[in-house]
């Protein structure tokens, strides 16, 4: 088919209109489903999903598909046409459905297929920084939502734990990637990550109590991290040439912090050697500190962690 004829087929689908009975069929039932909601007091949004879910989608695109040819009496050609822009509408109504999906869902799985596609189309790091941090947000608001339920489990719970953290090696990333280009952007970068890191690892300390305590112990890791993703911006911030007191303070609290961890940890540390080589790290930090030297520290106390993780 040529354009021209598209165009012409096209503009001739503005003078269609659905049989009348059809149409006050639909009217009288939507009304009804107002008038219920309204009885109710409230709009349940999981009538919208137990309606628009994929069974139903196949059901309704099985009848579009019949409707174009059979009440409309349209030519092959413009009932393609059509029917495309009855997926189109059909694939939109899914897309937004599943922006609110939680794990478990059927269109959880698009949600994150999306994200995917956005995050490889968006321009420059401090785009793609933005959407990473949005959806780890996601991530911890999908974690709050299942605390809620009594009888979720850790095979739904770890998957969205490991997609929070994924999300978070990105932002990682993207940081060292700022810092090596040298273009000035890692300051500000880090400055975004530094207050959503500290509201994420709010989140997670509250919710965590509602999980079983195997589920929780994945959840100390995923807040662990985030203290670390957190402890890497401040970095890039005491580093970068626009920091301040007031960063420099945060990483220094952080590491006296990592310092006291590593004090309880050698109660239960066996072999002498290990003990000396991990105390000798530590003093070596707090001198550190004390002369202002807080990515020495840092880079001392993170060794210290790396003997006793072996």
């Not at 006050?24 to 109710?40: A, D, M």
């Not at 999903?49 to 695109?61: D, G, T």
């Not at 999906?101 to 995050?119: Q, R």
């Not at 890791?221 to 626009?242: C, G, H, P, Q, W």
């Amino acid at each position: 088919m040529v354009e021209r004829d598209l165009i012409k087929n096209l503009k001739n689908l503005r003078q269609i209109k659905p049989d009348p009975d059809w149409a006050l069929f639909c009217r009288s039932e939507l009304l009804k489903g107002l008038g219920e909601s309204q009885k109710e007091g409230s709009f349940k949004p999981e009538r919208v999903a137990s309606f628009v879910n994929p069974v139903n989608l196949i059901n309704v695109l099985n009848f579009a598909n019949q409707f174009v040819f059979a009440a409309f009496r349209l030519s092959p050609a413009k009932a393609a046409v059509t029917l495309t822009l009855m997926l189109l509408m059909a694939g939109g109504i899914v897309f937004n459905e599943s922006q609110d999906s939680l794990p478990g869902s059927a269109f959880y799985p698009l949600k994150l297929t999306s994200e995917d596609l956005v995050l490889r189309l968006a321009p420059g790091d401090e785009n793609k920084l933005s959407l990473h941090a949005e959806f780890a947000e996601r991530r911890v608001k999908e974690i709050s939502a299942l605390s809620r339920n009594a009888e979720i489990n850790a095979e739904v719970l770890f998957p969205v734990l490991d997609g929070y953290k994924n999300q978070l090696a990105s932002v990682k990333e993207i940081l060292d990637s700022a810092v090596t280009d040298g273009n000035g952007k890692a300051g500000k970068l880090a400055e975004k990550i530094t207050k959503d890191a500290e509201k994420y690892q709010a989140s997670l300390s509250v919710v965590s109590k509602n999980f079983s305590s195997a589920s929780q112990k994945d959840l100390n890791a995923a807040i662990a991290y985030t203290e670390d993703t957190n402890i890497k911006a401040l970095t890039v911030l005491n580093t970068s040439t626009d920091k301040n007191e007031e960063f420099a303070d945060k990483l220094q609290e952080k590491i006296e912090g990592k310092i006291s961890v590593l004090e309880s940890s050698l109660e239960s540390v066996q072999g002498e050697s290990v003990v000396d080589q991990v105390r000798s790290l530590i003093d070596e930090a707090k001198d550190l500190l004390e002369d202002g030297d807080l990515i020495g520290a840092l880079e001392s106390v993170s060794a210290a962690e790396g003997i006793l993780s072996r």
